[in-house]
């Protein structure tokens, strides 16, 4: 069911590779560590952050945490970007197709987080604050599979000091 998606997408993350010095940039071979997993950090720190604001900051809260939404999508393009990345050289069709429902999930839960910043940019608040947190549940599950496919399929970026 998911092989076609994998075939579809292949040649897409071959061409975000693209060449030794690309893949080794965007996998964090200069950092010596996958930095896939370090960027999650950033868009997931910051919904969670607004979560908070909303769930207990109250209305002078709500321009802060509409702007953290704003700023987790942002983020969420080049940890996407290190994620294609990382996907492109998993060499096991099992690990790809946990990998494209990972992506897929991701992808639900930015435009959850862009329809939460659309509607309290409406200045409807309380419908964004609803979508962020379904996004987050979203998020959530997709996580999920990215950790399983870290540290059940060992599946990340080796840098050659550690192996």
């Known amino acids: 069911m998911l092989d076609p998606a994998v075939r579809a997408l292949s040649p897409v993350a071959g061409a975000l590779i693209g060449s030794e010095e690309r893949r080794r940039l965007l996998q964090g071979d200069w950092l010596g560590h996958a930095i896939h997993p370090l960027l999650t950090d950033l868009p997931l720190g910051l919904w969670t952050s607004a979560s908070v604001l909303d769930l207990v900051g109250g209305k002078d809260s709500r321009p802060a945490a509409r702007r953290l939404v704003g700023l ?86 080796e840098h050659p000091a550690f192996e």
């Open 72 to 157: 987790g999508v942002l983020s969420a393009a080049p940890t996407a970007i290190t994620g294609w990345a990382e996907w492109g050289s998993i060499p096991r069709r099992p690990e790809q197709r946990v990998g494209v429902v990972h992506a897929v999930g991701n992808a639900a839960a930015v435009v959850g987080y862009a329809a939460s910043w659309q509607a309290r940019r409406r200045g409807e608040h309380g419908r964004g604050r609803n979508l962020a947190l379904g996004a987050a549940i979203v998020a959530a599950a997709a996580g999920y599979l990215g950790a399983h496919l870290n540290e059940v399929r060992e599946v990340a970026s």
